[in-house]
Structures are given as C-alpha cells and as structure tokens.
C-alpha cells in the first residue's frame, strides 16, 4: 500500500516549456487535490476532483489544467511554463464521503522553471 | 487578507522544554481545523482534525485544542524527533468541497 505516489520527484524546466505532473492513489479514494508550497506562503489549492469525472478549480489555476484519468489517477499539465510556476507541487486524495475527510499527502515534485 | 496564521514562524526547543503553537483563523464559520506535520522534502503527514471549541485531541507528546478563533497545539517533553513544520489548516463554512486554507506553518527545531 503506497499512499500517494507522485512523478517525477524534481523537474527543471526552461520558460515555455510543457510538461505533465503524474499523480495516482491506491486507496480506493474518489476525491483527489493539487497543491503548490510556496516559501513563507501556506500550501494553495490549483484544482482538486471531488469524484471520478470531475474537476473543478481551486484558489490559483491559471496557468494549469488537470486531467482525472481514472479513479486512481489525477494529472496536472502546464501548458507554457513561467517561472511564477516554480514551486513545489503536492497531489493529495480523501475518501470523498465527506467534505471534512482527511486528506493524504504524496511526497511532492519540486519543479524550477528558467 | 490572511485567514490563517501561525506564530511563531520558527521555535527552538531542548529536549524536554514544552510549548504550545499557535493558529489563529478568521473564518466566519468552521466546518474543521487540521494539524500536519511535514518533515523536509517530505509531504504532510495528517495528525488531528477538531471540529468544535473545546474539543481535544492527543496523540504521543502532542496535543491539540479549539477555541472559537484558534487552536493551539501543544507539545510535551518534545524529542529531537519531533523536529518538524507544522502547519493548521481551516475548512470554512461554505467553501468547495474539500477546500482547506492553510498557514504558512511553524518550524520547530528541538535539540538534544
């Protein structure tokens, strides 16, 4: 049982580049969130999928889209990379009954844009 | 306007000092406050969930407390292993499904 699995784990990009962060869980959860950790800032929501099938934005999605591939799997894409966008990315999931369920973190992919 | 914050930003403990950790929120109905841990280059680790002022909540040398406009999270004879950030975070009234807000954290250092 892994939890929250993220990939990669460091990335470095150069500005206008694309790339895709890969997130999957293995705890039969329905609801999945994005994250970016920012120093001195409180981790910020991007996009989160209260179930299979839907997504929904959260405080800071500009310059984001997400994908719910499946249950298990919830991806998030930058399009055109901008280094505002440099940050350290967390997936998280809860079981989805409730909106107050505990959410479960994945270790984070640290990603720096040039 | 931030809706949560942490002080103090860092604190430096001896093996044994106890303290208490602050998170004071401004939301105008809450639905629940958490406490996490995270430990460097790691993702946050869930310890409590209060829902109401004046519940508690222990686990080990740890415990947590709710009033109507904070929570305090009180450490007891603090080990070198509890050397961690900590971060609250509040669910508000309202808000989207699942939304949390979260402080920026206090950094606790406990030293032998």
């Known amino acids: 049982n892994a939890g929250v699995t993220q990939t990669p784990k460091f990335q470095v990009l150069k500005t206008g580049q694309s790339m895709t962060l890969q997130c999957a869980q293995d705890?039969?959860?329905?609801?999945m969130y994005w994250y970016r950790q920012d120093p001195g800032m409180g981790l910020r929501l991007i996009y989160y999928s209260a179930s299979e099938g839907t997504t929904d934005k959260g405080e800071v999605p500009n310059g984001y889209n997400v994908s719910r591939l499946n249950k298990r799997e919830f991806s998030l894409r930058l399009e055109s990379a901008a280094p505002s966008q440099t940050s350290v990315y967390f997936c998280?999931?809860?079981?989805?009954?409730?909106?107050?369920?505990?959410?479960?973190f994945g270790p984070g992919t640290r990603l720096t844009v040039l | 306007e931030d809706q949560v914050t942490q002080s103090p930003e860092a604190l430096r403990l001896q093996e044994g000092e106890s303290s208490s950790l602050n998170c004071s929120y401004t939301?105008?109905?809450?639905?629940?406050l958490f406490w996490y841990r995270q430990d460097p280059g790691k993702g946050p680790e869930f310890l409590f969930t209060?829902?109401?002022a004046g519940e508690e909540k222990e686990k080990e040398r740890l415990k947590a407390t709710l009033t109507k406009k904070e929570s305090f999270l009180h450490i007891t004879a603090p080990k070198p292993e509890d050397s961690a950030t900590y971060l609250c975070a509040v669910q508000e009234e309202g808000d989207s499904w699942g939304k949390l807000q979260f402080g920026a954290g206090t950094q606790v250092v406990v030293t032998p």
């Open positions: 209060l829902y109401s």
């Open positions: 939301v105008s109905g809450l639905r629940g």
């Open positions: 998280a999931s809860s079981e989805g009954v409730s909106s107050t369920d505990t959410q479960y």
């Open positions: 705890m039969n959860h329905n609801s």
